[in-house]
């Protein structure tokens, strides 16, 4: 069983930054396609960004390409989201999620084709 455990959110500003974190209970990153996922009240989940197992390739939301990163730490077992220009668009509750790489069927922002989650992380940003 994969844990997945977010943190880093919190309340800023527009145009400041937030790093979130989604830590690992296992060596998921070497194996797993992981992936961001946000949600704001009222909508649909929504893929943010997406990274293929040891960072081979990196997917974007059109919407925050050129702000946001994802990248991950192989040694840390740790996931991360670097947001930076933040908008006020941009709040909701982002989540962290993982798939085995051979489940993985290339819909990255699809959140079916991930079968773990993490809780949340509340990210809030005010104009």
């Known amino acids: 069983q994969v844990q997945l455990v977010e943190s880093g959110g919190g309340s800023v500003e527009a145009g400041g930054s937030l790093r979130l974190s989604c830590a690992a209970s296992?060596?998921?990153?070497?194996?797993?396609?992981m992936a961001w996922f946000r949600q704001a009240p009222g909508k649909e989940r929504e893929g943010v960004a997406a990274?293929?197992?040891?960072?081979?390739?990196?997917f974007y939301a059109d919407s925050v390409k050129g702000r946001f990163t994802i990248s991950q730490d192989i040694v840390k077992i740790t996931l991360y989201l670097q947001m930076n220009s933040l908008k006020p668009e941009d709040t909701a509750l982002y989540y962290c999620a993982a798939v085995p790489i051979y489940k993985f069927g290339g819909r990255w922002s699809d959140p079916y084709e991930y079968n773990y989650w993490g809780q949340g992380t509340q990210v809030t940003v005010s104009s």
């Open positions: 990274i293929t197992p040891g960072g081979g390739s990196t």
């Open positions: 296992r060596s998921t990153i070497s194996t797993y396609c």
